[in-house]
């Protein structure tokens, strides 16, 4: 059955991610780009994590989310021990916390979509955890067609909506001035 997506503000959420390897490192690398405040548990950190992260070098003992749960967000699960994985994810089941674990779809809660980002503009896709090459390729190809500059239309026309918003009562005029000024936008950019 496919994942519903949905859109999440992480601006000073909490996320805890247990695991210190490179898969854990680029969660929370996404994780901070949308704001979100990372802790990482591992019993070694085996490559770069951000330097904003809390890291943390110790195994994982079920007090690691007992003791923070009120405040998590979600958890990740990137070990490379799949006892350990089952651990968190029924802990996290049993607190109500989204958990994502790695590579194991049925262990899942939610499931990490690819992402395509240009500021505000974020494209997520899914193949419901079945094949991330699926999701690779069909991300690929939403790249290929964005115009580069898609952020940058995108926070004008926020302007323009808001401005338009003031000024202009009907709805449908409203839509009309929309529709005109990301044509021009797009041809412009193109």
Request: hydrophobic share 40%; proline share 5%.
């Amino acid at each position: 059955m496919a994942y519903f997506p949905l859109m999440v503000d992480l601006k000073d959420k909490r996320i805890l991610i247990i695991g210190g390897g490179e898969t854990a490192a680029r969660k929370a690398e996404l994780m901070q780009d949308f704001g979100a405040e990372v802790t990482v548990i591992a019993r070694n950190f085996l490559c770069s994590f951000p330097k904003e992260a809390e890291l943390i070098e110790k195994s994982f003992e079920k007090e690691d989310i007992l003791s923070r749960a009120p405040e998590l967000f979600l958890i990740i699960a990137a070990t490379d021990e799949r006892t350990v994985n089952e651990e968190i994810a029924g802990l996290s089941r049993e607190l109500r916390i989204p958990v994502n674990v790695v590579d194991d779809e049925p262990l899942c809660s939610f499931t990490f979509p690819a992402v395509i980002r240009e500021d505000d503009v974020v494209v997520s896709v899914s193949s419901g955890g079945k094949s991330p090459l699926v999701t690779q390729y069909v991300k690929k190809r939403i790249k290929e067609i964005l115009p580069p500059d898609i952020g940058y239309i995108n926070d004008e026309m926020g302007r323009l909506r808001k401005k338009t918003r003031e000024s202009v009562a009907d709805q449908k005029e409203r839509r009309e001035i929309y529709k005109e000024a990301l044509s021009n936008l797009l041809n412009k950019n193109s």
